[in-house]
T-cell receptor, first 115, second 115 residues
Framework: AQKVTQAQTEISVVEKEDVTLDCVYE???????LFWYKQPPSGELVFLIR??????QNEISGRYSWNFQKSTSSFNFTITASQVVDSAVYFC????????????FGGGTRLMVKP | GAGVSQSPSNKVTEKGKDVELRCDPI?????LYWYRQSLGQGLEFLIY????????KSGLPSDRFSAERTGGSVSTLTIQRTQQEDSAVYLC?????????????FGQGTRLTVV
């Protein structure tokens, strides 16, 4: 069975602070895919990034960066210089071909960025 | 349309009634998923359609739940004899093809309230 754990249920920061959202996953598959989604108050899940298991290169996209470490089964997400518009619930998710391609989601982390 | 479209956006129904939720995936996407998001349960996989293959129904919580996808496009999720525990946001997603190496795009969901 696959599992994704987001230990932080809620984080509150002040604008311009950096914040890291943790994600730890479990899977028996050797080929798998990790995702981060953002869910703003409107409710729609917005895709942020996909990472496959054989590519451990970290990625940066503007103020967003992701740190994938297979040794610790973690795929953490950092927002640099946070903004009020970053306030949302963020979900980490996992899938693999052996899992039928459905996403297993973590419980989500609610990020509140205060002005 | 450009994205996944779901209707209705909100539905209030009386306990015991049947409801139908509709999903219009992104044109050309062969894979379609239904997920449920409820308090305390997070995001749960319900059912997955891929092209003309038999759907993966492993996530459906009971036989009151069913779904179909006509013509490989629009999908309808039906809940019969609704119960209060069915209250949740039902999210539909589509992806270009089967496989974890492609992201799923989500609709804004249907918020179902059973009273």
């Amino acid at each position: 069975a696959q599992k994704v754990t987001q230990a932080q249920t809620e984080i509150s920061v002040v604008e311009k602070e950096d914040v890291t959202l943790d994600c730890v996953y479990e899977t028996r598959d050797t080929t798998y895919y990790l995702f981060w989604y953002k869910q703003p108050p409107s409710g729609e899940l917005v895709f942020l990034i996909r990472r496959n298991s054989f590519d451990e290169q970290n990625e940066i996209s503007g103020r967003y960066s992701w740190n994938f470490q297979k040794s610790t089964s973690s795929f953490n997400f950092t927002i640099t210089a946070s903004q009020v518009v970053d306030s949302a619930v963020y979900f980490c998710a996992l899938t693999s071909n052996n899992a039928g391609n459905m996403l297993t989601f973590g419980g989500g982390t609610r990020l509140m960025v205060k002005p | 349309g450009a994205g996944v479209s779901q209707s209705p956006s909100n539905k209030v129904t009386e306990k015991g009634k049947d409801v139908e939720l509709r999903c219009d995936p992104i044109s050309g996407h062969t894979a379609l998923y239904w997920y449920r998001q409820s308090l305390g349960q997070g995001l749960e996989f319900l059912i997955y359609f891929q092209g003309n293959s038999a759907p993966d129904k492993s996530g459906l919580p009971s036989d009151r739940f069913s779904a179909e996808r006509t013509g490989g496009s629009v999908s309808t999720l039906t809940i019969q004899r609704t119960q209060q525990e069915d209250s949740a946001v039902y999210l539909c997603a589509s992806s270009l093809r089967r496989g974890g190496n492609t992201e799923a795009f989500f609709g804004q969901g249907t918020r179902l309230t059973v009273v």
